[in-house]
């Protein structure tokens, strides 16, 4: 799983695309498939079945990182 952590605005066209895709800071997607020498990447958003073909141009304006682990859980209970 993954977080979208920033879109390039270098491009105003390609930024509204990916605003178009609800690639936006902040979403949970997962890389499904990707084909490095083919025409893209396909991605899946968290919650939905369907995934989207992502393009070169638009899989390089785009910076995701993992998703954050949750804190452990302490096994000690605290206080009274």
């Known amino acids: 799983m993954l ?3 920033r879109v390039s605005d270098a491009d105003p066209a390609l930024l509204r695309y990916c605003a178009g895709l609800r690639l936006l ?3 949970e997607l ?3 498939e990707s ?3 083919a025409a893209g990447t396909t991605a899946r958003f968290t919650g939905h079945e369907a995934g989207i073909e992502i393009g070169p141009d638009a899989a390089n304006a785009i910076w995701v990182s993992p998703r ?3 804190a452990a859980r ?3 209970r605290t206080g009274r």
Request: proline share 22%; hydrophobic share 30%; net charge positive.
């Open 3 to 5: 977080i979208l952590s």
């Open 25 to 27: 800071p902040g979403t």
């Open 30 to 32: 997962t890389v499904t």
């Open 35 to 37: 084909r490095p020498f």
């Open 68 to 70: 954050p682990r949750p």
């Open 74 to 76: 302490s096994r000690f």
